[in-house]
């Protein structure tokens, strides 16, 4: 059984997506009832849907989502003075109990130092007495303020999202030691997932499985995590494909490193209930 720790739902009539230009066109609009037919036969018991603009009432409608839907990556305005009261407000809706985690879009932040602001770093803080995960949306632009939040509140759970995003269709020299700055720090897990997307329209002729079988072995399994970035993904190709790339990316782990990347790190980190504080 496998835990997709990263996919996406949206329906851009319900409310605007200022990324969703015309060149993605094709995932303009994608509801559990997609999501279920592309797990079928995957594997795919059970999923974490992470936030993709910022609005509370997109995470709002999230936590309704029903079945494979397990866990939400939300929204908060992490600056905000009353961040902790948002949180418990964000909790007390229906399905609040759902609740995993929150992520910004750091990288579209026209300032690269975004993350490394300390009002970032107090609403993170807060986040993580509440007991939830901060997910890194982060470019090589956005790399060092990263390291900064991360170090300044060691006590959070950071998940870097899609390998910190290389550049596969260009190269990227400089990535592998990125991943070594993340993986020094033990709060902090990395998602094999959106490899296929960042790799481009010739993702069959890029090394998309050098770059999997990277994260893994810098993080070790118990600190990887699979996600599809569906329907991002389908940009690229199908659900059950990524599935398949990736298992086959990672065919020489153990059976036990192998649950663990396809699910029992996703759950530990995601949907074991984690020990709140103030």
Do not use: C, K, N
């Given at each position: 059984?496998?835990?997709?720790?990263?996919?996406?739902?949206?329906?851009?009539?319900?409310?605007?997506?200022?990324?969703?230009?015309?060149?993605?066109?094709?995932?303009?609009?994608?509801?559990?009832?997609?999501?279920?037919?592309?797990?079928?036969?995957?594997?795919?018991?059970?999923?974490?849907?992470?936030?993709?603009?910022?609005?509370?009432?997109?995470?709002?409608?999230?936590?309704?989502?029903?079945?494979?839907?397990?866990?939400?990556?939300?929204?908060?305005?992490?600056?905000?003075?009353?961040?902790?009261?948002?949180?418990?407000?964000?909790?007390?809706?229906?399905?609040?109990?759902?609740?995993?985690?929150?992520?910004?879009?750091?990288?579209?932040?026209?300032?690269?130092?975004?993350?490394?602001?300390?009002?970032?770093?107090?609403?993170?803080?807060?986040?993580?007495?509440?007991?939830?995960?901060?997910?890194?949306?982060?470019?090589?632009?956005e790399h060092s303020a990263a390291l900064a939040l991360v170090d300044a509140v060691p006590d959070a759970s950071f998940v870097l999202d899609h390998a910190g995003k290389p550049s596969i269709d260009t190269g990227d020299p400089a990535w592998p030691g990125r991943m070594a700055d993340f993986a020094a720090r033990p709060n902090v897990t990395c998602k094999v997932s959106g490899l296929l997307t960042e790799a481009g329209p010739d993702w069959r002729d890029r090394p998309v499985g050098r770059y999997a079988r990277e994260v893994v072995e810098q993080f070790g399994p118990e600190r990887s995590l699979f996600g599809s970035d569906w329907p991002v993904s389908t940009l690229a190709t199908g659900y059950a494909a990524v599935v398949q790339r990736t298992t086959d990316a990672l065919a020489d782990l153990s059976t036990t490193e192998h649950d663990a990347v396809f699910g029992g790190t996703a759950e530990r980190i995601y949907l074991v209930p984690r020990t709140t504080h103030t």
């Open positions: 059984m496998i835990i997709d720790a990263h996919h996406h739902l949206w329906d851009p009539a319900d409310r605007p997506y200022p990324w969703m230009d015309d060149s993605v066109a094709p995932i303009r609009r994608f509801d559990v009832d997609d999501l279920r037919a592309a797990t079928q036969d995957t594997g795919v018991t059970r999923t974490i849907v992470v936030q993709a603009v910022h609005d509370p009432d997109e995470t709002a409608w999230l936590l309704e989502q029903p079945a494979p839907v397990a866990g939400v990556v939300g929204w908060v305005d992490l600056t905000a003075p009353d961040v902790a009261d948002r949180i418990a407000a964000v909790r007390a809706l229906p399905g609040g109990d759902r609740l995993v985690g929150t992520r910004h879009l750091a990288q579209d932040e026209p300032d690269p130092g975004w993350l490394g602001r300390p009002d970032v770093a107090r609403g993170v803080r807060v986040l993580a007495g509440a007991g939830l995960v901060f997910d890194l949306l982060v470019r090589a632009r």
